[in-house]
């Protein structure tokens, strides 16, 4: 079965703090992709990164980094110096071949100024 | 070029009475998926399209909820005899070709729907 865990489902922040986000997922299979998505406070989701079981590079883009780590099934998500435009609701996923995404249960960040 | 579009943004109906939902997926692509949300909840699996068919409708609650796709693009979402407990956001998302692929979805911005 597939399944994905954020322990955190509420974290405050203060501006330009570092904040990590975490993502726990299961799954049997070798093949499969986690993905971040942002849901702000307007209600629209958005895509974030797409990580593939077999790169576990680290990833950087502006202030936000991926920690991918298959030893713990961990895709973790850091926001470096938060900003109150970080405040929404993150959600992890996962894909495995041939099936649906499981996303889940999701973290509301609230960054405070 | 266009997103995924949603229709009505907010719909209010009395219980009992029927609704649906539409959503416009991105131009060609072939899956769209169905979610619904509660207010502070996660992302709840209501039903998936490969082109016109649904290989997966496990996550329709009831059969009062039903959902067709036409000509591979358009949805649509039918709540039948609403119920409070039907109060939610309604989500679609479209991507290329899962489900034997890894492509990121694109979510539509929600329809709102409160069942008074």
């Known amino acids: 079965a597939q399944k994905v865990t954020q322990a955190q489902t509420e974290i405050s922040v203060v501006e330009k703090e570092d904040v990590t986000l975490d993502c726990v997922y299961e799954?049997?299979?070798?093949?499969?992709?986690l993905f971040w998505y942002k849901q702000p406070p307007s209600g629209e989701l958005v895509f974030l990164i797409r990580r593939n079981s077999f790169d576990e590079q680290n990833e950087i883009s502006g202030r936000y980094s991926w920690n991918f780590q298959k030893s713990t099934s961990s895709f973790n998500f850091t926001i470096t110096a938060s900003q109150v435009v970080d405040s929404a609701v993150y959600f992890c996923?996962?894909?495995?071949?041939?099936?649906?995404?499981?996303f889940g249960p999701g973290t509301r960040l609230s960054v405070l100024p | 070029g266009a997103g995924v579009s949603q229709s009505p943004s907010n719909k209010v109906t009395e219980k009992g009475k029927d609704v649906e939902l539409r959503c416009d997926p991105i131009s060609g692509h072939t899956a769209l998926y169905w979610y619904r949300q509660s207010l502070g909840q996660g992302l709840e699996f209501l039903i998936y399209f490969q082109g016109n068919s649904a290989p997966d409708k496990s996550g329709l609650p009831s059969d009062r909820f039903s959902a067709e796709r036409t000509g591979g693009s358009v949805s649509t979402l039918t709540i039948q005899r609403t119920q409070q407990e039907d109060s939610a956001v309604y989500l679609c998302?479209?991507?290329?070709?899962?489900?034997?692929?890894?492509?990121?979805?694109?979510f539509g911005p929600g329809t709102r729907l409160t069942v008074l």
């Open positions: 996923a996962l894909k495995n071949y041939g099936q649906n995404f499981v």
């Open positions: 998302a479209s991507s290329l070709e899962p489900p034997y692929s890894y492509n990121e979805q694109f």
């Open positions: 799954t049997r299979d070798t093949t499969y992709y």
